[in-house]
């Protein structure tokens, strides 16, 4: 069965659904999923593309009452909106997730960053959502920091936005099986259904 990659980078607001829900869909549909965190931003800016500009009222508006409604949807905890947004530390925030990933606590990770930032109010990659999220997983923290910010991962982060750019991602989040890719949080179900019809 071709694998499932789930291109995840947090700073994403409709990654909150994803990451509140993700578990749950993976033991209702009995799969593994291979996680690729990577930076959206660079994307975006790489497109001179801005989602949710402030000028644009009436869309951000949109977008928070959106996540809102889906999260009610979902039975996910209710996300007190807006939350902080942009991430000051996304890059940070993502370079952790290689860590995470790497040593086998990504979803964990994600499930509990997205609740401290979107529930919580402490944005993520923030050493107050870092100190939370670490103690929570057991993690010392520092250690963390350290790692994420080591050359080696610096590199995976490089190496796997453009992956994800190469690939034709240009959001978050995305799902792919094989070649095919499946943008935002409610098109996983589409792929889950592809990679088993394939």
């Given at each position: 069965m071709t694998v499932l990659t789930a291109w995840?980078?947090?700073?994403?607001?409709?990654t909150y659904l994803t990451a509140a829900r993700l578990r749950r869909v993976i033991t209702q549909h009995d799969i593994d999923i291979t996680f690729k965190p990577f930076s959206v931003r660079q994307i975006?800016?790489?497109?001179?593309?801005?989602?949710?500009?402030?000028?644009?009222?009436?869309?951000?508006?949109?977008?928070?009452?959106?996540?809102?409604?889906r999260a009610q949807f979902y039975d996910i905890p209710a996300p007190k909106v807006p939350a902080p947004y942009p991430l000051a530390a996304f890059d940070r925030a993502n370079r952790v997730g290689i860590v995470a990933n790497q040593e086998g606590w990504y979803l964990?990770?994600?499930?509990?960053?997205?609740?401290?930032?979107?529930?919580?109010g402490l944005?993520?990659?923030?050493q107050s959502n870092l100190s939370?999220?670490?103690?929570?997983?057991?993690?010392?923290?520092?250690?963390?920091?350290?790692?994420?910010?080591?050359?080696?991962v610096q590199s995976t982060y490089h190496k796997t936005t453009e992956e994800a750019a190469a690939l034709g991602v240009f959001g978050a989040p995305s799902f792919s099986v094989g070649s095919e890719i499946f943008w935002g949080d409610d098109r996983?179900?589409?792929?889950?259904?592809?990679?088993?019809?394939?």
């Open positions: 995840i980078s947090i700073g994403s607001t409709y975006m800016k790489n497109m001179n593309n801005i989602p949710f500009p402030p000028e644009k009222k009436q869309k951000v508006a949109h977008m928070w009452r959106d996540i809102e409604r964990d990770y994600l499930e509990h960053t997205y609740h401290e930032w979107f529930v919580k944005p993520a990659g923030d939370t999220v670490c103690s929570e997983l057991g993690q010392d923290m520092d250690r963390v920091i350290a790692a994420s910010d080591s050359e080696t996983l179900e589409d792929a889950i259904r592809w990679q088993k019809d394939h």
